[in-house]
């Protein structure tokens, strides 16, 4: 079931900050990453790291982390947290802008 959802995606990062101290998003992919995404039917448990989590994803990829924002068909999705379990990372991500 897994073997059908892995996809390759542009991943954005972020980086330096801007005048008002945020962090600002790369202008272009940084580069691509290997991950099934799946949407979240219902919140995840009311855990702070977790709590805006819409999308769940797992990938080999040990690069991603939480400056990461995932180019999923047009729609930004940004890393909140990686969970590493055994081989594979979970990856909890939210939709931004």
């Known amino acids: 079931m897994i073997n059908a959802?892995?996809?390759s995606y542009d991943y954005f990062t972020l980086?330096?900050?801007d005048e008002y101290g945020q962090d600002k998003v790369s202008d272009t992919p940084q580069g691509k990453v290997k991950i099934a995404i799946?949407?979240?039917?219902?919140?995840?448990q009311?855990?702070?790291?977790?709590?805006?989590a819409q999308y769940m994803?797992?990938?080999f990829d040990k690069s991603v982390n939480d400056k990461f924002l995932i180019d999923y068909n047009g729609?930004?999705?940004k890393v909140l947290?990686?969970?590493?379990?055994?081989r594979m990372r979970q990856v909890f991500m939210s939709r931004v802008g």
């Open 5 to 7: 959802n892995w996809r």
């Open 15 to 17: 980086g330096a900050l």
């Open 38 to 44: 799946f949407p979240t039917s219902e919140s995840v």
């Open 46 to 52: 009311q855990n702070i790291l977790y709590l805006n």
């Open 57 to 59: 994803g797992l990938t």
């Open 75 to 77: 729609e930004r999705l």
């Open 81 to 86: 947290y990686v969970k590493p379990t055994g």
